[in-house]
Nanobody
Framework: QVQLVESGGGLVRTGDSLRVSCIVS????????MGWFRQAPGKERAIVAA????????YYGDPVKGRFTISRDNAKNTVWLQMNSLKPEDTAVYYC????????????????????????WGQGTQVTVSS
């Protein structure tokens, strides 16, 4: 049973930085593309950032480009989202998501940006940015 557990959320001020983490367990022998999504009250869940299996390719939603960085360490089964220059509009529950993939012999893998692409989700961690 694959499980994702997020941590690192909290209450910060405008302009602060915060790093949220996601540990993947139960996926021994499996490979995953990873993503971070967020959902603010009254809004739909939306992509924040995504990363392919190797970590070489990344995607960022327009609202966070230049401020957030996604990274991963497959040996630690962990993916991070470093958030800098936080704004009140970044306030949301942040969810980690994993898509099970098969790594081809070429080693070429992709990131995914659609909610429906993902197979597993964490429980979410609250990030609140005060003005």
């Amino acid at each position: 049973q694959v499980q994702l557990v997020e941590s690192g959320g909290g209450l910060v001020r405008t302009g602060d930085s915060l790093r949220v983490s996601c540990i993947v367990s139960g996926g021994t022998g499996s490979s995953f593309a990873m993503g971070w999504f967020r959902q603010a009250p009254g809004k739909e869940r939306a992509i924040v950032a995504a990363i392919n299996w190797s970590g070489k390719d990344t995607y960022y939603g327009d609202p966070v480009k230049g401020r957030f960085t996604i990274s991963r360490d497959n040996a630690k089964n962990t993916v991070w989202l470093q958030m800098n220059s936080l704004k009140p509009e970044d306030t949301a529950v942040y969810y980690c998501a994993a898509k099970s993939i098969v790594v081809p012999l070429t080693g070429i893998t992709y990131y995914y940006t659609d909610l429906d692409d993902y197979d597993y989700w964490g429980q979410g961690t609250q990030v609140t940015v005060s003005s």
